[in-house]
């Protein structure tokens, strides 16, 4: 005759089952899981350990850096990174909800987001990792633009444009349609090329192609010969067989004496020539998180001289390595405030 002694109404078979289900979900359960035989069921005082991913949300143009630093430091780490491009605007609405742990932005944070950061009692931390400069492509086969001033691109983005054709623009220029392509208005592309180039910030005419992947937006220019549309440098960098960039001039009024144009490289990103297209590019942290390991070990890397490179690997330019030791520095005291 079979016979099964029985634990707490359980018998020891079903015990020893569940343990043995215990033990294979190992990866998903802390080490602090337990049967629990009056229920019949597995349980955990603690969330399963999802926490050792950095998520990161915000601008496509800083997505790039983020993700090439992501990859970098998967390497050297038991770490995960995830990096998704909703936008500047986009991840800001992720970070203020807590949905996010970091937030990439291609303009500053805006006093009204500090003010509602504060609210909700989040203390920020703002890193530069990056420059950019917003760059003004059409299509290669475009033999009659080769550069603009800002006073141009203004008639041509302005809320009340009139400008449809490329004669419109110069009566010497093909009497077709201008195709137009630029970033969406949860970009801070979108946010910084308006207020620079329109003099308002997101004050912009409506009839363009829209989008939040700056991919979309090479496709597009790419695809028309009388296309024209602004894009992050690092996107035209890694696609500069399939697009051209044009020189910008800052002259805004015809009648003034127009100042020099400027191609959009390196050297005048960076030194500041390239203007006023040229802007720096930001992660920011809630000071809160930088207990976790995960988050604060990425940030570490994220200014650290190593990962510099990356910035340029990816088309963009790198920050000088002074402001670099400041973002050190920076991050080692919001460290410290976090520890306490």
């Known amino acids: 005759m079979q016979f099964d002694r029985t634990i707490c109404g359980f018998s020891a078979v079903a015990v020893a089952s569940m343990l043995g289900i215990a033990a294979i979900c190992g990866g ?6 337990k049967v629990d035989p009056a229920k019949g069921t597995i349980s955990s005082s603690t969330e399963p350990d999802h926490l050792s991913t950095v ?4 601008s496509s143009t800083v997505f790039l850096i ?11 780490s038991s770490y995960k990174v ?4 909703s936008g500047t605007g986009g991840g800001y609405k992720k970070f203020v909800l807590r949905q996010c742990d970091l937030w990439n ?21 703002e890193l530069e990792v990056g420059i950019d ?21 203004r008639k041509i983005w302005e809320p ?9 623009l110069d009566p010497k220029w093909p009497d077709q349609p201008m195709e137009l392509y630029g970033a969406d208005t949860d970009s801070g592309t979108f946010e910084y090329f308006t207020e620079v180039i329109v003099g308002k910030k997101n004050s912009s005419r409506t009839k363009y192609q829209a989008a939040s992947d700056d991919n979309v937006l090479i496709q597009g220019v790419a695809g028309s010969k009388y296309a024209l549309g602004y894009i992050p440098y690092g996107y035209c960098v890694e696609n500069k067989d399939k697009i051209k960039v044009i020189k910008v001039s800052p002259t805004i009024d015809a009648g003034e004496t127009a100042a020099p144009a400027v191609e959009p490289t390196v050297e005048t990103i960076l030194s500041g020539e390239y203007k006023p297209l040229a802007r720096p590019l930001f992660v920011y942290a809630n000071v809160e998180t930088l207990k ?49």
Do not use: Y
């Open 28 to 33: 998903c359960i802390q080490s602090d899981s």
């Open 55 to 58: 998520n990161i949300e915000g």
């Open 292 to 340: 976790r390991p995960e988050i604060a070990e990425f940030l570490k890397f994220t200014v650290s001289e190593e990962s510099q490179p990356l910035v340029a690997k990816r088309g963009f330019v790198r920050i000088p390595d002074e402001k670099r030791k400041e973002m050190e520095t920076r991050l080692e005291a919001a460290l410290k405030t976090a520890s306490k």
């Open 133 to 153: 400069g917003i760059s003004v492509a059409v299509h290669p086969q475009n033999d009659w633009c080769t550069e603009l001033t800002v006073g141009q691109l």
């Open 82 to 85: 995830s990096v998704g491009r």
């Open 66 to 76: 983020s993700q090439a630093m992501a990859n970098e430091f998967e390497k050297k």
């Open 105 to 125: 932005a291609s303009r500053p944070i805006a006093e009204k987001e500090k003010a509602e950061l504060k609210e909700k009692g989040i203390e920020w931390l």
């Open 160 to 168: 009340d444009s009139t400008i449809n054709k490329w004669s419109d």
